[in-house]
Nanobody, 127 residues
Framework: QVHLVESGGGSVQAGASLRLSCKSS????????MAWFRQTPGKEREGVAFIFDRHNLRRYADSAKGRFTISRSYADQTLYLQMNNLNPEDTAVYYC????????????????????WGQGTQVTVSS
């Protein structure tokens, strides 16, 4: 039903920037809540950033606030995450996620809120 494909990860030095992309095939794309999550081995998946433009909603994890920016292209159905001033703690596999009904503040950055996921893209930041 929904296909999400992340790209844009890589290996960079601390202080560098990356822009992640998530191309989607979601029908009624503008009605979907979308978010970025990340996960490192042995740790739980954590929310990074959330967007739902129909309600003018943007949410960021404390670790991302001021450094990362989430955005969406409606022309080509692509979700982006601009990541600036990266540090080694940002090293993770980054996933995009989407769902048509994410029910409130406690759900926006909760991975259990989302039914549809991409395969992930690796980000590695060295010091």
């Amino acid at each position: 039903q929904v296909h999400l494909v992340e790209s844009g990860g890589g290996s960079v030095q601390a202080g560098a920037s990356l822009r992640l992309s998530c191309k989607s095939s979601v029908n009624n794309y503008n009605t979907f809540y979308m978010a970025w999550f990340r996960q490192t081995p042995g740790k739980e998946r954590e929310g990074v950033a959330f967007i739902f433009d129909r309600h003018n909603l943007r949410r960021y994890a404390d670790s991302a606030k001021g450094r990362f920016t989430i955005s969406r292209s409606y022309a080509d159905q692509t979700l982006y995450l601009q990541m600036n001033n990266l540090n080694p703690e940002d090293t993770a596999v980054y996933y995009c996620a989407a769902d048509s009904d994410v029910a409130g503040e406690s759900a926006y950055l909760n991975p259990t809120s989302y039914r549809f996921w991409g395969q992930g893209t690796q980000v590695t930041v060295s010091s």
